[in-house]
């Protein structure tokens, strides 16, 4: 590895990288018809949609450090437990 040669990028790759970020940013396109029909006839494995459902609940339940936050009918909870600014019930000390 220390053998390798530092190069700079040409004008033409930095610019490719300007507009490269200057693009926005999209979800790319709709299912076909096709793809959207082939999506809804598989049926689900009950093992699987049971776990899936323990899992959500047991995120939900989740508590502690690492916590995602999770948006409330008060607010947004931050990962500490503290409210976000968006919370009109938080005080303005």
């Known amino acids: ?6 190069t700079r990028p040409s004008s033409e790759t ?6 490269e970020a200057r ?5 790319g396109r709709e299912p076909t018809v ?6 809804h006839r598989d049926e689900l ?3 699987v949609a ?6 959500t609940e047991r995120g939900a339940e989740q508590r502690g450090e690492g916590r995602v936050p999770w948006p409330t009918s008060q607010g ?7 409210r976000s600014q968006s ?6 000390s």
């Open 1 to 6: 590895m220390g053998d390798r040669k530092r």
């Open 14 to 19: 930095r610019e490719a990288e300007r507009r």
């Open 23 to 27: 693009a926005a940013a999209d979800a």
């Open 34 to 39: 096709e793809e959207e029909d082939a999506a």
């Open 45 to 47: 494995d009950e093992d």
């Open 50 to 55: 049971e776990h899936y459902e323990e899992m």
């Open 76 to 82: 947004v909870l931050s990962v500490s437990g503290v």
């Open 87 to 92: 919370d009109p019930r938080q005080s303005a």
